[in-house]
């Protein structure tokens, strides 16, 4: 069983910052997609963000100039820095990587992100 490894998640204000990570065994990480998703309460999961094997990045137009993905190849790690966070972006973030031709994917556990006054 592949295991992703994430952290990063809390409790912030709103327009406060978090930085959340992600890492993959490295024998799949690098030639792998990376995407963040999320799941509110009550909500389906929803795609957030997510990065090509090549570093080419994309996002959901909610959170487009807020969060940045990226990714370290050397350190089989992918981040996602959330900043001017909102209320809305309240949800447990979960890492999913999956490989060429979708011949795997795997997700992490889930992180909790928590936007409260």
């Known amino acids: 069983q592949v295991q992703l490894v994430e952290s990063g998640g809390g409790l912030v204000q709103p327009g406060g910052s978090l930085r959340l990570s992600c890492a993959a065994p490295?024998?799949?990480?690098?030639?792998?997609?990376m995407g963040w998703y999320r799941q509110a309460p009550g909500k389906q999961r929803e795609w957030v963000a997510g990065?090509?094997?090549?570093?080419?990045?994309n996002y959901a137009d909610s959170v487009k100039g807020r969060f940045t993905i990226s990714r370290d190849n050397a350190k089989n790690t992918v981040y996602l820095q959330m900043i001017s966070l909102k209320f809305e972006d309240t949800a447990v973030y979960y890492c999913?990587?999956?490989?060429?031709?979708?011949?795997?994917?795997?997700w992490g556990q889930g992180t909790q992100v928590t936007v409260s006054s």
């Open positions: 490295g024998n799949i990480f690098r030639n792998a997609a």
């Open positions: 990065i090509t094997s090549g570093g080419n990045p």
């Open positions: 999913n990587i999956m490989g060429p031709l979708r011949r795997y994917e795997y």
